[in-house]
């Protein structure tokens, strides 16, 4: 059973940056995962923000916050890194971070479509963008 804690969200301003941390636990190696972040705003159901594909590094990103949110990950370190870039208020979310194991082959474009399918979530961080 994985354990993932999430850090760095936080209130920002408009145009601001914020950095979200997830580190990953209970598992010898994290190469049979996928790792992503997950946002929740009021009203709104779940969506998948970025997914990273622990063994090859392939990321998928969300359409909406591509050029401005990047997945990274760091397997030596079990963690996964959200760095957001030019935030807007619409960014305001509860961000969570998840994890599955990883079907073969990978679908890299769909790895976040399906929030259900990760079984592994942290307890999540709340960003507030707003001035």
């Known amino acids: 059973q994985l354990q993932l804690v999430e850090s760095g969200g936080g209130l920002v301003q408009p145009g601001g940056s914020l950095t979200l941390s997830c580190a990953v636990s209970?598992?010898?190696?994290?190469?049979?995962?996928?790792v992503g972040w997950f946002r929740q705003a009021p009203g709104k159901e779940r969506e998948g923000v970025a997914c990273?594909?622990?063994?090859?590094?392939?990321?998928d990103t969300e359409d909406a916050v591509r050029g401005r949110f990047a997945i990274s990950r760091d397997n030596a370190k079990k963690t996964v890194t959200l760095q957001m870039n030019s935030l807007k208020p619409e960014h305001t979310a509860y961000y969570s971070c998840?994890?599955?194991?990883?079907?073969?082959?990978?679908?890299?474009?769909?790895?976040?479509?399906?929030?259900?399918?990760?079984?592994?979530w942290g307890q999540g961080t709340q960003v507030t963008v707003s001035s």
């Open positions: 998840a994890a599955r194991v990883a079907p073969r082959p990978v679908v890299i474009a769909a790895m976040c479509d399906t929030p259900q399918q990760f079984r592994s």
């Open positions: 209970g598992a010898t190696t994290l190469k049979n995962y996928i």
């Open positions: 990273v594909a622990m063994d090859i590094g392939s990321t």
